[in-house]
């Protein structure tokens, strides 16, 4: 079993729609939880940065971590073409990736105009 | 500011053969990261330095690869010899060190895609 698991999709949509991504880990040293976006050719971006349990919210993307379920989730509302990309979860036991970040393999996320 | 630079973006090179990339991080930044993405998978980490001393090279191959940061600035990572499954994208990544052990976010580098053929 990997330490982190990811659907790699692809998850197609329809422009305007609800996207929802998520990984599951097996780790429980892990506290910090990030989701870096990645558009083909370019290196990963960080899109959300959350530390234990809880909700952020920043504009059109929502991030949910269940520490004792050991899954996060990534929401993006109001979907658009913009947002395909490769979605990477990524996670660490120390504040910034500090031990190095350990990564899913990403979900192809494609927007539908 | 200027992102982390990397180069070159792309590379070719027979099997056995050796290769070098390079990555200059974010000015200020202590602590450097080389990460390997094989097609279709996730960033692994294969070492990392804090200025210029290694913090964590488990990951590493250390038979073929081999990295280094001299002056705590610039990094090398080389190859050799090469072989097919070390065809992948190569990332740098830089962080700003808020503490002994905490860190500011990574900022990743464009990659160097490497053809192994």
């Known amino acids: 079993q990997k330490e982190v698991e990811q659907d790699p999709g692809p998850l197609s949509v329809p422009e305007g729609a609800i996207v929802s991504l998520n990984c599951t880990y097996s780790?429980?040293?892990?506290?910090?939880f990030m989701w870096y976006r990645q558009y083909s050719r370019k290196g990963p971006e960080l899109l959300m940065y959350?530390?234990?349990?809880g909700n952020k919210e920043d504009g059109r993307f929502t991030a949910q971590v269940d520490k004792s379920s050991k899954y996060i989730s990534l929401f993006i509302r109001d979907s658009q073409p913009s947002d395909s990309a490769t979605y990477l979860c990524?996670?660490?036991?120390?504040?910034?990736?500090?031990?190095?970040?350990?990564f899913g393999k990403g979900t192809h996320l494609i927007i539908q105009p | 500011e200027a992102g982390v630079a990397q180069s070159p973006r792309y590379k070719i090179i027979e099997k056995r053969q050796s290769v070098a990339f390079w990555c200059n991080p974010i000015?200020?930044?202590?602590?450097l990261y080389w990460y390997q993405q094989i097609l279709g998978q996730g960033p692994k980490l294969l070492i990392q330095?804090?200025?210029?001393?290694?913090?964590?090279d488990s990951q590493l191959p250390k038979d073929r690869f081999s990295a280094e940061r001299l002056k705590g600035v610039d990094s090398t990572l080389k190859i050799q010899p090469a072989k097919l499954e070390d065809s992948a994208v190569y990332l740098c990544?830089?962080?700003?060190?808020?503490?002994?052990?905490?860190?500011?976010?990574?900022?990743f580098g464009p990659g160097t895609r490497l053809t192994v053929l």
């Open positions: 780790n429980s040293a892990f506290q910090y």
């Open positions: 959350t530390y234990s349990s």
């Open positions: 990544a830089s962080s700003r060190m808020t503490s002994g052990r905490e860190a500011d976010e990574q900022f």
């Open positions: 000015s200020g930044h202590a602590t």
């Open positions: 990524a996670m660490s036991a120390l504040r910034g990736g500090a031990d190095g970040l350990t």
């Open positions: 330095f804090q200025n210029n001393g290694v913090v964590d």
